[in-house]
């Protein structure tokens, strides 16, 4: 699985677009496994760099969202609360959150696509 | 995004273990074993899968991590009987039942299905995490009778085959005639070319099936595994993990151990009293069931189901419509056959009755939920 070079990456498995759309990692939607939940925050909520703003879950296990970047919510992606299962289908394609970044220079500090694939797949290695 | 993983120092491997990895399966520490919690969707598996599976059609099990202890000689019934809350004496030659190893407080050393292979020759299978706990506690509680008592764990790599197409699978690789093998009984007979294998139309999914107990080696284990699954193709066969060994148990209100039974849960509380027979004269924690019947129970196993948005999970707390904590979640997940969220839970008496209405705590807020009938599932007659 390639990681598209369009956006940047979290050591907790998310993604992030100039624009500051998010979703979580291929790699994230594979070790989770059937998908069957997602919570999102609400538009106009306020998440931060590194805090948790929402929660996926699967069959077996929850998982805490975190956000790359400081930013408000500007759009949800509803379509996710009916089926959650898109994320297992196309992780890179389906968009969790939109957010208005509150300094773009933010995601600077995030890894680059190849950079992101060489630490998923060392952390799928343990 | 982050998932909490423990890698415990010491894990034990069942002799598919290798078979697992190669087909790619997510495997987990469970227990103290290193087992698949789920096989890739690249090769049409996961959870949801797996379950739909066995629902549906057939899944195959690794469920080696069991454990067995047999319990041979000529005062081995009174052994059993000293042992077992159930009343072995009714089983006939090649019938099992399911039954409990109590402590003298009535709480739970382990659930256990019994199985009678002869004359005096019993099998007690029991769960992977309390093997060694189980094998002490038999042993010890048994040096006053005349019987042999033996943990056969390691001899056996033993395989469920569970769904409603199970008999017809396994029937392809057998010469014992399965249809006449009832629910809970066993037959001997040669299986993939062994000859004299225990088959039991017994499991863990609440539908219909078949466990298989052959030579734990690794060669002959991984080629009766192979052999299941290519005479499975025809039937859409999947290889199934412990995520879905899990779902599927639940929607059946199948309790576990560490979960719905513990040593700090008597046998009224978890429901499982028709399985007490009290009409023994003697066994181990039998006076003090006695005692709690009288006295009656202060909580009690209920089935939920999510009306809010929201999926209960171990361990969450169960609180009244004004918030106060009334009980504890054991079991709780997505049920992928009833698509519904569902949980059992332990709650005080006078929120047990059906249609009472509870909140689950999840992430601090209490979510709506309602006490339904159990089992979730059960399976269809047969017509």
Redesign the interface.
């Known amino acids: 699985m390639s990681y598209p070079p369009d956006r940047k990456y979290t050591k907790?498995?998310?993604w992030i677009t100039a624009e500051g759309t998010i979703g979580?990692?291929n790699y994230?939607q594979?070790?989770?496994?059937?998908i069957?939940?997602v919570?999102l925050p609400k538009v106009g909520a306020e998440i931060t760099a590194g805090k948790t703003f929402g929660?996926?879950?699967?069959?077996?296990?929850?998982?805490?969202?975190?956000a790359p970047a400081s930013g408000t919510v500007t759009a949800v992606n509803g379509d996710l609360?009916t089926s959650p299962e898109k994320v297992?289908k196309d992780a890179h394609g389906s968009w969790m959150v939109k957010v208005k970044l509150k300094d773009p220079a933010e995601l600077n500090a995030l890894l680059s696509a190849a950079d992101y694939e060489k630490f998923a797949s060392e952390e799928a290695g343990h | 995004m982050s998932a909490a993983e423990a890698a415990p120092p010491l894990v034990r491997k069942t002799a598919l273990n290798a078979v697992h990895r190669s087909m790619g399966a997510k495997m987990v520490e469970f227990n103290g074993w290193d087992m698949p919690v789920e096989y890739p969707a690249a090769i049409g598996c996961g959870i949801i899968n797996e379950h739909m599976a066995v629902r549906t059609g057939v899944g195959i099990f690794d469920v080696s991590h069991m454990g067995d202890i047999r319990l041979a000689g000529p005062e081995a019934l009174a052994a059993v009987q000293h042992l077992s809350m159930n009343d072995a004496a009714r089983l006939a030659i090649g019938q099992a039942q399911y039954s409990a190893l109590l402590y003298p407080q009535g709480t739970f050393v382990d659930d256990v299905i019994v199985h009678r292979l002869g004359e005096d020759d019993y099998l007690l299978v029991i769960n992977a995490g309390t093997r060694e706990k189980d094998f002490s506690w038999v042993h010890d509680n048994t040096r006053q009778f005349k019987c042999k008592v033996e943990h056969l764990s390691d001899d056996f790599t033993q395989i469920a085959i569970q769904g409603p197409k199970a008999v017809s699978l396994l029937q392809k690789l057998t010469d014992a005639d399965l249809s006449a093998v009832k629910f809970y009984w066993v037959t001997r007979g040669t299986l993939c070319g062994l000859k004299n294998m225990l088959m039991g139309r017994t499991g863990y999914t609440a539908e219909d099936g078949f466990e298989v107990y052959i030579p734990s080696d690794e060669a002959t284990s991984e080629r009766v595994w192979n052999e299941i699954l290519a005479a499975g193709k025809e039937f859409n066969t999947v290889p199934c993990g412990l995520g879905a060994r899990n779902t599927l148990r639940l929607e059946g209100k199948l309790p576990l151990y560490g979960h719905e039974i513990s040593d700090a849960i008597n046998v009224w509380e978890a429901g499982l009293d028709r399985f007490i027979k009290l009409e023994k004269p003697e066994f181990i924690g039998r006076a003090a069931l006695e005692k709690a019947r009288i006295e009656g129970v202060q909580k009690t196993l209920v089935g939920l189901e999510m009306i809010d948005r929201g999926i209960a999970r171990d361990g969450y707390r169960v609180l009244d419509d004004s918030g106060c904590e009334i009980g504890y979640v054991t079991s709780g997940s997505p049920a992928p056959f009833l698509k519904k969220n569902i949980a059992l839970a332990y709650v005080p008496p006078q929120h047990a009755a059906i249609g009472s209405s509870v909140q689950v705590e999840i992430r601090n807020q209490g979510v709506k939920a309602q006490v339904v009938p159990t089992p979730f599932y059960k399976r269809p007659k047969k017509v």
């Not at chain 1, 594979?30 to 059937?34: H, P, R």
Request: aromatic letters at 8%; charged letters at 30%; proline letters at 0%.
């Open positions: 907790e498995h998310e979580i990692t994230a594979e070790s989770l496994g059937d069957v939940f919570d929660t996926v879950e699967s069959v077996k296990a929850v998982s805490d969202l975190y609360a297992n």
